[in-house]
């Protein structure tokens, strides 16, 4: 059974500072995409990044960056010099490559504070 | 600009009355999906549908039934709401596996909020 564990229900930060949204998964599928989505205070999520199972590389798009560690199972998301917009609740998912269904984590909400 | 869009931001229902989600994607997308979100569970698929008139049971389908006569269309029905049903529900859709670019990013719909008294 596929499973994701986000275990960091609410976070809260000062503006400036760095912070990392933890995801844990569990797949017995040998492919498989991992995802980030963010749902801001209007609701509407949005998607961030889709990584394959075969990519390890970190990768990194502005303040944002993602470590994918398939050692550990875990897809960690760090926002570098956090700012009031990036309020949200963050949303760790999995699917199976050629799967239909996506999985998703709990969430974690991040609070940033001016 | 892609969208998703779902018909009722807000809707207030009483115990057995029949409820109709409408979504409409204009991206031509294959896939499209209903999820229900609940604080502390995240999102949990109720049914999802890969082609016209084609449906699929997710994790959570009890109490609802969906309907896709066209393909930018998917509608999720609750029969006869009940408490248990006030919830927030976000329309989804997606590119079939097959397109490598796109596949599986779900792009979502602003979310129904129903509230069933």
């Known amino acids: 059974a596929q499973k994701v564990t986000q275990a960091q229900t609410e976070i809260s930060v000062v503006e400036k500072e760095d912070v990392t949204l933890d995801c844990v998964y569990e797949?017995?599928?040998?492919?498989?995409?991992l995802f980030w989505y963010k749902q801001p205070p209007s609701g509407e999520l949005v998607f961030l990044i889709r990584?394959?199972?075969?990519?390890?590389q970190n990768e990194i798009s502005g303040r944002y960056s993602w470590n994918f560690q398939k050692s550990t199972s875990s897809f960690n998301f760090t926002i570098t010099a956090s700012q009031v917009v990036d309020s949200a609740v963050y949303f760790c998912?999995?699917?199976?490559?050629?799967?239909?269904?996506?999985?998703f984590g709990a969430g974690t909400r991040l609070f940033v504070k001016a | 600009d892609v969208k998703v869009t779902q018909s009722s931001r807000y809707l207030v229902k009483r115990t057995g009355e029949k409820v109709f989600l409408e979504c409409v994607q204009d991206?031509?997308?294959?896939?499209m999906f209903w999820y229900r979100q609940d604080p502390g569970l995240g999102l949990r698929l109720i049914y999802f549908?890969?082609?016209?008139?084609?449906?699929e049971k997710g994790d959570i389908p009890e109490g609802y039934s969906v309907s896709r006569e066209k393909k930018e269309r998917f509608s999720l029905i609750l029969e006869s709401a009940s408490t248990n049903q006030t919830s927030m529900y976000l329309c989804?859709?997606?590119?079939?596996?097959?397109?490598?670019?796109?596949?599986?990013?779900?792009?979502f719909g602003a979310g129904s909020r129903l509230t069933v008294l």
């Open positions: 991206m031509d997308h294959e896939n």
């Open positions: 989804a859709s997606s590119y079939p596996f097959g397109d490598s670019s796109g596949a599986n990013v779900l792009t």
């Open positions: 990584r394959n199972s075969f990519d390890e």
């Open positions: 998912a999995l699917s199976r490559t050629g799967g239909f269904k996506t999985i």
């Open positions: 549908s890969y082609d016209v008139k084609m449906k």
């Open positions: 797949t017995r599928d040998t492919t498989y995409y």
